[in-house]
């Protein structure tokens, strides 16, 4: 049994990066399974700090991407929306080349709030960083 709120494609969830920050540093959904969403990010000029290593915002930007969007496809998008209203990250390990690869999963998901964890592995299936996010759910502007 699916989490979403209609049949989403990773087609539908690479038209949301379109002409925003996750088109300008390369984010790319590569899976969407029955309660979790899948992504990657390359590590790479747009996504390092100057000593070379991948920023850890940009691993933020990856987990918050995760989160937020899961979030949004869990709720009817004419009534509701997804607004994150904390977010932690944990970085465990550094990076320096390829790519990482971001994993979501909902903790729980409420009418009024959800909230997120999401795993961020290397090229070597090492974990990099964890991360959790609070979302609230409110009603659409009318």
């Known amino acids: 049994m699916s989490i979403w709120f209609k049949n989403y494609t990773v087609e539908d ?3 949301m990066c379109k002409n925003n920050m996750l088109e300008h540093i390369g984010i790319e959904f590569t899976e969407i399974g029955s309660d979790y969403l899948q992504a990657k990010m390359p590590v790479d000029n747009r996504t390092k700090q100057p000593a070379g290593l991948l920023h850890g915002g940009a691993s933020v930007t990856l987990a918050e991407t995760l ?6 496809l869990c709720v009817d998008p004419q009534k509701y929306t997804s ?8 970085h ?3 990076v320096t080349e390829g ?3 971001g994993k979501a999963k909902p903790v729980h998901i409420g009418r009024k709030s959800q909230v997120w964890e999401i ?3 290397d090229d070597r299936n090492k974990l990099i960083c964890i991360s959790r996010i609070t979302l609230a759910v409110v009603d659409k502007p009318l």
């Open 99 to 101: 790519f990482v690869y």
């Open 83 to 90: 607004v994150g209203i904390e977010i932690n990250a944990n």
């Open 67 to 72: 989160g937020s969007v899961g979030a949004y």
């Open 13 to 15: 969830l690479s038209k």
């Open 92 to 94: 465990l390990r550094s």
């Open 119 to 121: 795993k961020i592995h």
